[in-house]
């Protein structure tokens, strides 16, 4: 088990009491070069938090991480747990893939009467990074 203690994370995505389906804004991971850790061993995990509530007709809400070499074509990289009953969630996502070099979260919403949903969702990493729009 990796130590994400004294860790930055930056959010991906927030939102609140959304019924439709969000895309949040792509970033590029820039990793820090500064300290002394190798690029591609540094682990990266996405914390989320779903809060479902209402909805009809078989409500669901899931996030998605995406990912994408050129920050316009998105791909799925690691699918989070299809929610469907109301209630609070939060879940650790590893697919255990590498990231791209952009990434961002997809709340993906369905249901005669989607549910509305707040959600958030973190980026941390084992070593530092920020995140850049551009």
Known sequence: MRCYANRYGTKLLATLASTTNVDGAGCRI?????????????????????????GAGTPSAQLVVQGSVDGSTWIDVVLGTVRTTPGTYREVLDGNVALLPWVRVRLVLSGTTPP???????????????LATA
Not at 40 to 54: E, F, I, M, P, R
Not at 116 to 130: H, L, N, Q, R
Request: no cysteine; hydrophobic share 35%.
């Open 116 to 130: 509305s949903v707040d959600a958030s969702a973190e980026v941390v990493s084992t070593g530092g990074f920020t």
């Open 30 to 54: 820039l990793p820090d070069q500064a300290d002394n850790q190798n690029d591609a061993s540094q682990d990266y995990k996405v914390v989320t938090s779903l809060n479902v509530a209402g």
